[in-house]
Antibody, heavy 120, light 113 residues
Framework: EVQLVESGGGLVQPGRSLKLSCVAS????????MNWIRQAPGKGLEWVAY????????YYAETVKGRFTISRDNAKNTLYLQMTSLRSEDTALYYC?????????????WGQGVMVTVSS | DIVMTQTPSSQAVSAGEKVTMSCKSS????????????LAWYQQKPGQSPKLLIS???TRESGVPDRFIGSGSGTDFTLTISSVQAEDLAVYYC?????????FGAGTKLELK
């Protein structure tokens, strides 16, 4: 059974940093691209970042480019999102989601999400 | 960026009704080389993470009831629920994966009449 478990969220002041983790199990992590997708309270879904299986390809939404860094450790089956210079508009539930096997693909499994609140 | 527009934003339904919801993209999601539409539908129930229902505009995921039907091509897509059940009350999102940034529609919320 595919499982994605996020952690590392919490309350953080504007301008500070936070690092999210997502531990994967139930599939060969190193074969799949991965994504971070967020959902502000009561709002819709916003894709944040993608990383290919071997970390060769990385893409970001413009809203986070230059502030967030996606990375992965295939030996630890773990995906990361390093978030810096956080803003109130980054407040959201952050999901990690598995990418389908093709480079351009949908999100076939999602974690339960981890909440990030940016407030003074 | 490809803009995804979903209508209606909400819809009140009764159990057993047929429901259709629309998703339009600002550019074609049909890739000419493989004739595939890069469009997915997700279901998000209250307090849960989104669940993939349909990929490639019309391919139902394993385990998804056959009352969920995806159709359309190019820029116009539809999700039909042939006979709504109580457990289908949720928000439905379309998403394009034709190009980055991957983008979602704002969602259609199905509510009980």
């Amino acid at each position: 059974e595919v499982q994605l478990v996020e952690s590392g969220g919490g309350l953080v002041q504007p301008g500070r940093s936070l690092k999210l983790s997502c531990v994967a199990s139930g599939f060969t992590f190193s074969n799949y691209g991965m994504n971070w997708i967020r959902q502000a309270p009561g709002k819709g879904l916003e894709w944040v970042a993608y990383i290919s299986s071997g970390s060769s390809y990385i893409y970001y939404a413009e809203t986070v480019k230059g502030r967030f860094t996606i990375s992965r450790d295939n030996a630890k089956n773990t995906l990361y999102l390093q978030m810096t210079s956080l803003r109130s508009e980054d407040t959201a539930l952050y999901y990690c989601a598995r990418h389908g096997l093709l480079q351009w693909s949908y999100f076939d499994y999602w974690g339960q999400g981890v909440m990030v609140t940016v407030s003074s | 960026d490809i803009v995804m527009t979903q209508t209606p934003s909400s819809q009140a339904v009764s159990a057993g009704e047929k429901v259709t919801m629309s998703c339009k993209s600002s550019q074609s999601l049909l890739y000419s080389e493989n004739k595939k539409n890069y469009l997915a539908w997700y279901q998000q129930k209250p307090g849960q993470s989104p669940k993939l229902l349909i990929s490639w505009a019309s391919t139902r995921e394993s385990g998804v009831p056959d009352r969920f039907i995806g159709s359309g091509s190019g820029t116009d897509f539809t999700l039909t629920i042939s006979s709504v059940q109580a457990e289908d009350l949720a928000v439905y999102y379309c998403e394009q994966y034709y190009d980055t940034p991957y983008t979602f529609g704002a969602g259609t919320k199905l509510e009980l009449k």
